[in-house]
Each structure stands twice: as C-alpha cells, then as structure tokens.
C-alpha cells in the first residue's frame, strides 16, 4: 500500500513527543525496501500513541470485517518497557480514545505477540485495566533477540453477529520473506469469538464496521523505538 493510502488518527502525540515517519536508519525485515515507518519516543512525559488508518474509500470502514498483516519490531532502546507498536483491526473510530482489536508487541520485558481489545491510546498494556487480552503467544522475546515479527489479524463478523478472531504469523521471515509468507499459527493464541452476549470480553463486538490501521503507544518514556513495514489491508465482502 502507497502512503497516500493512509492518514493520521485523531488526538495523536505531537511531532516533538513522538518523532515518526519513514526511515532508512532501521534495517527492514527480509524482502522489505529501501525504507520502514519507525517511532522514537522524545519528551519522556507524554502519555499516549500517535497511528494510521486506512482511508481508501472502501475501508472507512468495512462492514464485514477484514484482514491486516504486518512486520513490527521493539527496537534497542533507553528501557524495554514504556512503549508497544500494533496493528489495528476494526476501530471503532479514528481517534486514539476509540476502541479496537490490536494485535502487537507486548509493553513488557520480555514481551510476547498479544491480542487485546483496548483503547488505541492503551497499546498492548496488559498491565492496563483499560485493555481486555484475548490472546498471548506462549513463546517470549527479548528486544536484544532483534526479531522482526511478521503477524496477521484476520476479523470475521458471523452471521449472527459474533465476531471472530484470528492470528497468524510468518514464523520463519529467513525463508518465507514478507513478500512471500507462509501463514501459520501462533502457539498460545487460538480463534477468539468476542460474543454478541458481551460474554467473553464484557462489551459488544466492534461491528457493524470498522477502521483499519497501524500504530505506537507510549507512557512517560524517552528514546522508545519502534518499527513497522509490509502493511497490508483485506476487506471481507
């Protein structure tokens, strides 16, 4: 996807809290390109997450739900907490303060591969009262392993309303590069049905609808970096 596929959500940090944008400075992932979407944390006392949704005319929003898939990294930064990059999938809004499915990197040390129902303020906080996890990888990483994790968010809405939830990764990116995956999935994160009952999460599934993106939370942190690259949206029809 293009860069004029994409615009900021609304209420984001600042330029002088988060520095982001496209760089050749971080090494992209096997198959990537010249460049990646990189964050970097500046000011230390910000509290909050800058993102950007798909606004192709077919996408604000979906109505049936819809794929995201994505290479994200926790870059060597000051400290190892403070700070989580995701992909969103069925937005309720293009704010910060909406709620979203947002499957990333773990705000924790070490950290796993979670999918939570949160604000996109939040980030992947588990620690957050404010973010519901579904899923968790059972594997761990720690950010001097330098991975990049090429995941994927597949959101259905059911006929009867449910909506079911499911992630892959690329396991191998040496290999299968992102140009080329080999989808599998994740060990720890089986299919999620958020309920139209508000039984398994305590609130309604995102639908009918749904926005569709990429993004960084940060919490009173300076130099947390983050990246991420090969960003692909589906629409289910």
């Known amino acids: 996807m293009g860069q004029n596929d994409w615009t900021d959500l609304t209420t984001i940090l600042s330029a002088a809290a988060v520095a982001r944008g496209v760089t050749a400075g971080i090494t992209p992932p096997n198959g990537g390109g010249s460049f990646v ?43 190892n907490t403070g700070f989580s990059p995701f992909l969103i999938g069925c937005a309720a809004g293009v704010t910060v303060n ?36 579904l899923r ?3 594997s761990e990483y720690q950010i001097s392993d330098d991975l990049w994790h090429h995941i994927r968010l597949d959101v259905i809405v059911q006929d009867n309303g449910d909506v079911l939830l499911s992630v892959f990764e690329n396991a191998d990116l040496v290999t299968n590069d992102v140009t080329a995956p080999v989808w599998t999935a994740v060990a720890g994160m ?33 130099n947390r970096r983050a990246a991420v690259d090969a960003i692909e949206v589906y629409r289910a029809t």
């Not at 996408?59 to 000051?78: C, D, H, M, W």
């Not at 139209?196 to 942190?221: C, D, K, M």
């Open 37 to 79: 979407f990189g964050y970097n944390s500046l000011d230390g006392t910000s509290i909050g997450a800058v993102g950007k949704y798909c606004s192709l005319a077919n996408f604000i929003p979906t109505a049936a739900g819809g794929s995201i898939r994505g290479a994200l990294k926790r870059l060597s930064s000051t400290a």
């Open 136 to 138: 968790s990888s059972s």
């Open 190 to 222: 089986t299919d999620y049905i958020d309920d139209r009952l508000q039984i398994n999460t305590g609130s309604a599934p995102l639908t009918p609808g749904g926005y569709w993106g990429f993004g960084y939370a940060v919490s009173e942190a300076i």
């Open 98 to 133: 909406d709620t979203a499915y947002l499957l990333g990197l773990q705000d924790e040390d070490p950290y796993k591969i979670v999918l939570v129902k949160s604000t996109i303020i939040s980030g992947v906080n588990t620690d957050d009262s404010a973010v519901t996890t």
